[in-house]
């Protein structure tokens, strides 16, 4: 990755008590760019969102956003994101909808009084309901206008679909896409819906414990992750690494495996063990993030 990041960590690292929720991290999301950060449950995702946040104190290593350190800057920092955290429960739960955005405009000199109605508009916001007694859904609704209304340079957007129906998740991607077609925006969402920023994302990374194992630009992934069709002789077994790329069983004649790692080596170990590669096809964002999650390999 080259020129200027939006967003930026250097070797973060946080603990909790015995557990590490993040190994050394470093991070780049160059700006307006749109990065999907993946992995299990668990990996870190939510934990990074917070400390760019300055909601978690990193333990080692610094976080940048818009070249603002987080901690020492975090009231700059802050105001020029827009976030949306996984939980969809809000600590202002015993206002309305319409006093918690009065409340949240207030604190922002760009907020767009006339931007935020319409979103309220199409995401069909009671604005006199209490922000406590909203469904998931609703609440989430109501966090998205609260993240895209004031405009920011930087969206931190963690699990921004989860809780709404088809037809409000559809409707959420849409005004995501005209949101960023509007602006220069960066964006980092972490998402266990690959495929529904397929055609927006420019980079992924994939956090595995805690660790950032692999972090490539869209156009690196059909080089790291690619359908191979390949015949193999008779008695033929895959060695440690193929096995550890993707390769499963030990096929009689041919075999078609989703397999990680970089092309030319991957070819390069097949042919060793005596296997002929027919092809290589690419597979789909969706389905490279999950290989790339699934298997034991740094690309």
Not at 41 to 50: D, I, P, R
Not at 53 to 65: F, H, K, P, S
Request: aromatic residues 6%.
């Amino acid at each position: 990755m080259s020129g200027a990041d939006a967003v930026r960590t250097e070797a973060l690292s946080k603990r909790y008590r015995r557990d590490t929720a993040l190994r050394a991290v470093s991070l780049r999301v160059p700006e307006t760019a749109i990065y999907v950060l993946a992995g299990a449950n668990g990996a870190g995702k939510s934990t990074v969102m917070k400390v760019l946040m300055n909601l978690e104190r990193a333990d080692e290593g610094t976080a940048e956003v818009l070249g603002m350190d987080s901690v020492r800057c975090g009231p700059q920092a802050r105001a020029q994101m827009g976030y949306v955290p996984e939980d969809a429960r809000h600590p202002y739960g015993w206002m309305s909808s319409s006093q918690l955005l009065a409340h949240i405009a207030a604190y922002h000199r760009s907020w767009d009084v006339s931007y935020a109605d319409r979103l309220r508009r199409t995401f069909e916001l009671r604005l006199d309901r209490k922000v406590g007694t909203l469904s998931k859904g609703e609440a989430r609704r109501l966090q998205l206008i609260l993240a895209l209304a004031h405009r920011p340079a930087v969206l931190l957007l963690d699990e921004p679909t989860d809780g709404l129906d088809p037809v409000v998740r559809s409707r959420t991607l849409a005004v995501l896409a005209e949101h960023l077609a509007d602006g220069p925006t960066s964006v980092l969402v972490a998402t266990h819906q690959i495929h529904e920023f397929e055609t927006l994302a420019d980079y992924v990374g994939i956090l595995r414990d805690g660790s950032l194992i692999a972090q490539l630009s869209r156009d690196e992934l059909p080089n790291v992750v690619g359908r191979y069709r390949v015949e193999v002789p008779e008695g033929w077994t895959a060695t440690r690494e193929l096995r550890s790329a993707g390769v499963r069983g030990n096929p009689v004649r041919e075999a078609e495996w989703t397999l990680v790692g970089h092309r030319g080596d991957l070819i390069d170990r097949l042919t060793v063990t005596g296997a002929l590669v027919h092809s290589v096809r690419p597979v789909s964002f969706d389905d490279a993030v999950v290989a790339l999650i699934a298997h034991q390999v740094t690309p």
